[in-house]
Nanobody, 126 residues
């Protein structure tokens, strides 16, 4: 499996921005796709965004469309999540994940991913 390490989280005021990075090591990030999920205290893990590694097709949670941008750099084996216009409800631990063979059928589900990072905390104050 690929090893994933997130960075870029932190504390920001509402309306601010953060850029999360997810660096893969051990092998190519994924032959299929990559995704970002988040989990707030007391809530279930939630899909945020995903990107197809071959054709760059992108998927977003409705509530982040227009504010978040997912991208990847194949040469650096890295995936990013640019988060703008942050809101207090975006507060969560953010996880990156590498897609498995079933990714294309499970883009928005955790079952479509076989490697996960350790998570990075994002806190948005009001």
């Amino acid at each position: 499996q690929v090893q994933l390490v997130e960075s870029g989280g932190g504390l920001v005021q509402a309306g601010g921005s953060l850029r999360l990075s997810c660096v893969a090591s051990g092998r190519t990030f994924s032959d299929y796709g990559g995704g970002w999920f988040r989990q707030a205290p007391g809530k279930e893990r939630e899909f945020v965004a995903a990107i197809n590694w071959s054709d760059s097709r992108i998927y977003y949670l409705d509530s982040v469309k227009g504010r978040f941008t997912i991208s990847r750099d194949n040469a650096k084996n890295t995936m990013y999540l640019q988060m703008n216009q942050l809101k207090p409800e975006d507060t969560a631990v953010y996880y990156c994940a590498a897609g498995s063979q079933s990714w294309v059928w499970n883009v928005r589900s955790g079952s479509g991913y076989d490697s996960w990072g350790q998570g990075t905390q994002v806190t948005v104050s009001s």
